[in-house]
């Protein structure tokens, strides 16, 4: 199985629409694992794992985003699978 690890930073209008809760309802149900957290700079940022097409179906969501919300760029980086997340979490930042 071809397994994938992205790294995701959204931009736009991306807090406050329940971007966060949206990610998670949309990952669990590919089946993939990782976190989701908003940043204080008002983007969202994502590590996402799992089966490389979940992955590229996720990804393509990313762009769109809930409703209410306002994608205006997404920053993907490929990371090593790493295997460590056995669901997809809500993180609350640790920097603020």
């Not at 700079?41 to 996402?48: C, L, M, S, T, Y």
């Not at 809930?66 to 920053?75: E, I, N, T």
């Amino acid at each position: 199985m071809d397994m994938r690890r992205a790294h995701l930073t959204i931009s736009g209008i991306v807090q406050g629409v329940f971007f966060r809760s949206t990610t998670r309802h949309q990952a669990m149900g590919l089946g993939l694992g990782g976190w989701v957290k908003n940043r204080r700079d008002g983007k969202v940022e994502i590590v996402v794992e799992g089966e490389g097409q979940r992955i590229a179906n996720f990804i393509q969501w990313c762009h769109e985003g809930p409703p209410g919300a306002r994608v205006d760029h997404v920053d993907l980086s490929w990371e090593e699978y790493a295997g460590e997340f056995s669901n997809f979490s809500v993180k609350y930042s640790d920097t603020w």
